[in-house]
């Protein structure tokens, strides 16, 4: 589907960008969670120069909708349905391990909003009751120094 006289396809068929692996090793850890992939980052950034893209926002949306772009990085899941991603990185705070306490709060439900607006209309019809309110215990993990050093 990419045209043999594609900018992109002969940028590829001449560089084999598998040397950028190496290059970027150290700045890679070995431990957690899987980064995105180095050559795919420096293609994008091509692809970025060569076409005046210069928000990496609009860079990722610009990608992620043209063909030839996603061929050029390798980027075939949602293309071939094959693979999936989502990102939900988890970002631990700087508390000291030894200040957590578990703690039980008791917190109110709201309804969605939709049930709001629906409460609303209901109101006024005739034989109305007024909803109670919903209370349930929440449990977590708190820290005593959390919110030490900060005026309140």
Known sequence: MIPEDHLLRRIKNCINF??????????????GRKSIDPVVLIKMLL????YGIKSE????EDVSLNLAY????????????????????FLPSNVSWDSRYEAVETIQQSTVKYMEELEVELSSKPGYKEPENVKKEKES????????????
């Open 18 to 31: 598998d040397f950028i692996y190496e290059k970027a090793a150290p700045y890679y850890s070995p431990v």
């Open 47 to 50: 692809i970025g120069y060569l």
């Open 57 to 60: 926002r609009r860079l990722e």
């Open 70 to 89: 996603r061929w050029f990085c390798g980027i075939d899941g949602i293309v071939s349905r094959e693979t999936g991603v989502a990102d939900g990185s």
């Open 141 to 152: 993990l708190k820290s005593r120094t959390e919110f030490e050093g900060h005026a309140s």
